[in-house]
Structure formats: structure tokens, C-alpha cells
């Protein structure tokens, strides 16, 4: 049975940073792509970030520059580093991703941006 527990998540000043994880059960995350999304209240769930299983990253134009995805095999988790964070920032994230034919994701973990 493949899970995913996010956390990490909290309440951050503007500017500030977090690290999010993202334990894995039931698969090996090093094996596929792997993904963070974010919701915010009332939008569409949206792409992050995402790894694929030689290294290679992905960041949406939102967050280049400022987000560092990784992942540690030994511990089959994956992270997401986010610095200068900004209130437009402000979500519930989420790791996804699509094995076997199935669309798996996390519970989510709130990071909320403010002052």
C-alpha cells in the first residue's frame, strides 16, 4: 500500500523559509517521478516542483529560483526547500505521485506566508 505523509508545514514571515518532507511507504520514491503540488483556497491544485527517477527537476515559473527539490533514497523521502518565501505562497502541499496506474497523493501539510 503505497502512502505519503507530508510535513513540515507552518506559519513563516515573509522572506522566511521552510523544508517540507515527504515520507514514502509501499514503493521506492527514487524509482518514479515524484511531485509537489499546492492548493490554495478557492484555486485549482497546481504543479510545483517535481523529480524524476535520474534527477533530474522541474520547478514552475512561480518558484524557480527559490525552491529546492530533493529526495534521500536512504530514507525514501522527499524534500522541498522553500526560501524567500512570499504570502502568494500560502497553501496546502501536497506529494503526488503516478504508479502502477494510480494517482497517489499525501494528506497535505498548511504552510501559511504573513506577517
Known amino acids: 500500500q503505497v502512502q505519503f505523509v507530508e510535513s513540515g508545514g507552518g506559519l513563516v514571515q515573509p522572506g522566511g523559509s521552510l523544508r517540507l518532507s515527504c515520507a514514502a511507504s509501499g514503493m521506492m520514491l527514487s524509482s518514479v517521478t515524484m511531485a509537489w503540488y499546492r492548493q490554495a483556497p478557492g484555486n485549482q491544485r497546481d504543479m510545483v516542483a517535481h523529480i524524476g527517477s535520474s534527477g533530474s527537476t522541474y520547478y514552475s515559473n512561480s518558484v524557480k529560483g527559490r525552491f529546492i527539490i530533493s529526495r534521500d533514497s536512504a530514507k525514501n523521502t522527499m524534500y522541498l526547500q522553500m526560501n524567500s518565501l512570499k504570502p502568494e505562497d500560502t497553501a496546502i502541499y501536497y506529494c503526488?505521485?503516478?504508479?502502477?496506474?494510480?494517482?497517489?497523493w499525501g494528506r497535505g501539510t498548511q504552510v501559511t506566508v504573513s506577517s
Open positions: 503526488n505521485t503516478y504508479f502502477r496506474g494510480n494517482n497517489y
